[in-house]
């Protein structure tokens, strides 16, 4: 079956600096988004995107971050100054159309701020 | 906030049905109702989703109330591999997808 991929499985950084976290979703949905879960609490929208362009974001999702679709496979989230309190799973998930049809979620990236 | 309500636990044994129950009062008309399970060190996991109609698939079936405030989930035998958090959601249909995950009922499966 195929999968969201993403990568890196684990990134740490120091406060204040820019992370890239990368995603490739499944070759023929059109419908991408990060979600975030802190350790021990609930997983938390970030942002969605379709037709290169934000559909929906959450209060999380300020200005420090951004969402780019470079090429015709990779989604990636942009941390552009990170903070101790960004240190979380981020989750990249894709579908094929919006809802209500299935979300695939990849197995995310554990960020580490320190 | 999480719009749903679920137990925060629950236990079952290996090969056995296990019932689900999610309450979600403030659901409106054309509210899809999702279910989504989290297994260790993963990402969330679609299970299932229906509107008004009970709904079955390969993992499991969705029996949704005749005035859609709650809805149950049924894994009709536990395996050991069905341990997870299970999550209960709804979400407008309206083209995007901003779903609100709560807090989940963790499933046990005593072998």
């Known amino acids: 079956e195929p999968e969201v991929t993403q990568t890196p499985s684990h990134q740490v950084t120091q406060m204040g600096q820019e992370v890239i976290l990368r995603c490739v979703p499944i070759?023929?949905?059109?419908?991408f988004y990060w979600y975030r879960q802190i350790l021990g609490q609930k997983v938390e929208f970030l942002v969605s995107?379709?037709?290169?362009?934000?559909?929906?974001k959450s209060e999380i999702f300020d200005d420090q971050f951004s969402v780019e679709r470079p090429d015709g496979s990779n989604f990636t989230l942009k941390i552009r100054s990170t903070k101790l309190e960004d240190s979380a799973m981020y989750f990249c998930?894709?579908?094929?159309?919006?809802?209500?049809?299935?979300?695939?979620f990849g197995s995310g990236t554990q960020l580490s701020v320190l | 906030d999480a719009k749903t309500t679920q137990p925060n636990s629950m236990e079952s044994n290996e090969e056995e049905p296990v019932h689900l129950p999610c309450n979600h009062s403030?659901?409106?008309?054309?509210?899809?109702i999702h279910w989504y399970r989290q297994l260790p060190s993963q990402g969330p996991e679609y299970v299932i989703h229906?509107?008004?109609s009970n709904v079955n698939n390969r993992m499991a079936s969705l029996a949704i109330a005749e005035d859609r405030k709650s809805s149950t989930l049924i894994l009709h035998r536990a395996t050991l591999r069905d341990a997870a958090v299970y999550y209960c959601?709804?979400?407008?249909?309206?083209?995007?997808?901003?779903?609100?995950f709560g807090k989940g009922t963790k499933l046990s499966v005593i072998p």
């Open positions: 229906g509107l008004t």
């Open positions: 995107f379709y037709n290169n362009e934000i559909s929906e």
């Open positions: 403030t659901i409106s008309g054309t509210d899809y």
């Open positions: 998930a894709s579908s094929p159309q919006g809802a209500p049809e299935k979300l695939f």
């Open positions: 959601l709804y979400d407008s249909g309206a083209g995007s997808y901003q779903l609100t």
């Open positions: 070759s023929n949905h059109l419908y």
